[in-house]
């Protein structure tokens, strides 16, 4: 099954992450092999992914050599980070090329629109000189950006009309950029939803607590399931290792709207949890937002839920342990931030205690810190 992505070529449901299949170029070849058996024709790398690019390049190769229909079907995005001069993303750009074995992209996309600054770059500075001399020579098909910033700067980006897809976070648990996602295809861009296993909750190795609560699905099916049935054009899999792909087999083809089984696992997931969080419940709503000590309210306090809800207790003491340790791509502070101002509680519709419950997720959460797999 393929949706289409932007102004180029359709793509399969699920794309293939290439940031974990890095033990050798022969690693790789074998995830890629066992990718496009499985349906996939969409196949995302970055420089940023250390050899991922070259060993794709190499895969490739073998694809052309072995498969050449298949390789010809296949579409290619990699990224390019924001900041530098025009000169020298276009070098950067032509040193993708030159790994991949290509002489154009299918898609190019910003590495991380994550700020204010790196927006006025990508739309009035070098990315806009880079992004005009890409697509009038034609080394690459069309250009979007992938963002781990704040929801007003992705819906600034998109209201842009400068791009042609974007890469967000969409999960399961982590709904807040659905809207955002639905803009983006309504105005005919394509969607790629950013690790939803890993990043998702570490569906791929579920607690006891959230296969219970979503049997007889298993999480990660469900969490697929649920983004696919949206009309996001497509998740992205970030397999190691051939085995990695096994779910993409069985739903391949499944876009289509969720089931009324399905919906009742869903609305019995979300009621599980907040039975077990009772008044502390969080609606994410984000009105307790700005904070005057830019406290990421919301998302340190799903990061409790998830652990209280729904057992995800190692995900999310692993992700407040990248807090402040990640720079621009995941929050800067903690809950120790908060001073107790209460400028967020009159504001909160569901009159939750805050400060409290910022406190109690710090207590729970905090961890040494850890730093992101790349970065």
Not at 167 to 188: I, Y
Not at 253 to 277: D, H, M, T
Request: aromatic share 6%.
């Amino acid at each position: 099954m393929r949706r289409p992505f932007g102004a180029g070529p359709p793509v399969s449901l699920f794309t293939l992450g290439t940031m974990r299949a890095l033990e050798s170029p022969e690693a790789m070849e074998a995830v890629v092999r066992r990718a496009v058996a499985a349906g996939i024709n969409h196949l995302e790398t970055a420089p940023s992914y250390g050899p991922a690019e070259r060993y794709l390049g190499s895969a490739l190769d073998a694809l052309q050599r072995d498969l050449p229909a298949t390789r010809a079907g296949l579409v290619i995005t990699s990224k390019i980070l924001p900041g530098s001069s025009a000169a020298e993303a276009w070098t950067r750009l032509h040193g993708s090329l030159r790994r991949l074995g290509l002489r154009r992209l299918d898609n190019l996309a910003i590495h991380g629109l994550n700020t204010a600054e790196h927006l006025h770059w990508a739309l009035h500075g070098p990315g806009a000189e880079l992004r005009e001399r890409a697509l009038g020579e034609g080394v690459v098909g069309q250009i979007g950006f992938s963002s781990h910033g704040s929801n007003r700067l992705i819906l600034r980006a998109l209201e842009s009309g400068r791009f042609q897809f974007c890469s967000l976070h969409l999960h399961l648990f982590d709904p807040a950029r659905l809207p955002l996602a639905a803009q983006a295809l309504e105005a005919g861009m394509g969607v790629m939803a950013i690790s939803p296993a890993d990043k998702g909750g570490r569906l791929q190795d579920p607690p006891p607590r959230l296969r219970e609560d979503c049997a007889p699905w298993e999480p990660l099916a469900l969490a697929y399931r649920f983004l696919l049935a949206r009309g996001i054009s497509t998740l992205t899999v970030g397999a190691a290792r051939p085995a990695d792909l096994a779910l993409v087999d069985a739903l391949a083809s499944r876009g289509e709207p969720l089931s009324p089984e399905e919906e009742l696992v869903l609305e019995r997931l979300q009621a599980r949890g907040k039975e077990r969080l009772g008044a502390d419940w969080c609606g994410q709503c984000q009105a307790c937002l700005p904070c005057p000590r830019e406290v990421p309210i919301p998302s340190l306090l799903r990061l409790r839920q998830l652990a209280l809800g729904h057992g995800l207790e190692a995900f999310a003491r692993e992700r407040y342990s990248l807090i402040g340790q990640a720079g621009h791509w995941w929050e800067r502070v903690d809950g120790r931030a908060c001073e107790r101002c209460g400028d967020c509680l009159p504001r909160c519709p569901h009159h939750l205690p805050i400060p409290d419950l910022l406190a109690d997720g710090h207590r729970r959460l905090a961890a040494p810190p850890r730093r992101r797999l790349w970065g």
